[in-house]
T-cell receptor
């Protein structure tokens, strides 16, 4: 079964701290790993994505770390701010896995407290 | 502004009534999707369409139907609504190998 397991379910971080959300996948045919950010009352929006030819991708305060051998990837939010408070979803897909459909994790609710 | 438009934004519906949620995109994406989002369950795929004229069932298709007469529109129909269909519904679209673009959602309450 194509699954993406995400943890933790919820996370509370102090302002200025590092937020870390982890995901693990099973299907080795996955070759595209995006993260989505969702604010209350809004649809998810693409935040950052990585392909398995690199081990890390950084965009501003957001970094994806990718470990192909362990079949794990994680989102790191540096210098976390109250405005980062949102629900984050990891996902995975791959043409080799049969379709371009994304398989989503169940989400992590991040709260950044002042 | 390029993106996905969903309508209505919210609706209260009597059980047993028929309801169509509308979704229109202007990005000429081939693939479109309908998800429902419930607390603790994440995003669950209801139906999808890889291209105009074709549709497929997702993880939770029972009680829902879709059609894809053209590239831009992908309506979701609840033939006879039940309270368990109370949820937030998101439409999304994508180009091959790229991320999804989501709409702003429809909050549906079935009473």
């Amino acid at each position: 079964q194509q699954q993406v397991k995400q943890s933790p379910q919820s996370l509370i971080v102090q302002k200025g701290g590092i937020s870390i959300i982890n995901c693990a996948y099973e299907n080795t045919a996955f070759d595209y790993f995006p993260w989505y950010q969702q604010f209350p009352g809004k649809g998810p929006a693409l935040l950052i994505a990585i392909r398995p030819d690199v081990s890390e991708k950084k965009e501003g305060r957001f970094t994806i770390s990718f470990n192909k051998s362990a079949k794990q990837f994680s989102l790191h939010i540096m210098d976390s701010q109250p405005g980062d408070s949102a629900t984050y979803f990891c996902a995975a897909s791959g043409a080799g896995a049969g379709s371009y459909q994304l398989t989503f994790g169940k989400g992590t609710k991040l709260s950044v407290i002042p | 502004i390029a993106g996905i438009t969903q309508a209505p934004t919210s609706q209260i519906l009597a059980a047993g009534r028929r309801m169509t949620l509308r979704c229109t995109q202007d990005m000429r994406h081939n693939a479109m999707y309908w998800y429902r989002q419930d607390l603790g369950l994440g995003l669950r795929l209801i139906h999808y369409s890889n291209t105009a004229g074709t549709t497929g069932k997702g993880e939770v298709p029972d009680g829902y139907s879709v059609s894809r007469a053209n590239t831009d529109d992908f309506p979701l129909t609840l033939a006879s609504a039940v309270p368990s269909q109370t949820s937030v519904y998101f439409c999304a679209s994508s180009a091959p190998g790229r991320g999804y673009t989501f709409g702003s959602g429809t909050r549906l309450t079935v009473v």
